[in-house]
């Protein structure tokens, strides 16, 4: 079964933002096994993929 869906964002500020729970959200009940695929549709953004075990991970990101 393949299902897409689009979701769209608040604009926010420059930085690093965890949108976790909003994909979660508006993915609806997910099986338990699978793939999801997230596309970012704007010129000026970017995705990363984190750990987000410490805070300083942000701040990391930001230098560099």
């Known amino acids: 079964m393949v299902t897409q869906k689009s979701i769209t ?3 926010m500020p420059r930085g690093f933002h965890l949108i976790t729970g909003h994909i979660l959200n ?3 009940e997910l099986p338990d096994q699978g793939l999801m695929h997230v596309l970012i549709q704007h010129t000026s ?5 984190n750990e987000n075990a410490d805070p300083s991970v942000r701040d990391d990101f ?3």
Do not use: W
Not at 45 to 49: D, P, R, V
């Open 9 to 11: 964002l608040q604009a």
């Open 26 to 28: 508006a993915s609806g």
């Open 45 to 49: 953004a970017g995705l990363t993929l």
């Open 62 to 64: 930001e230098s560099f």
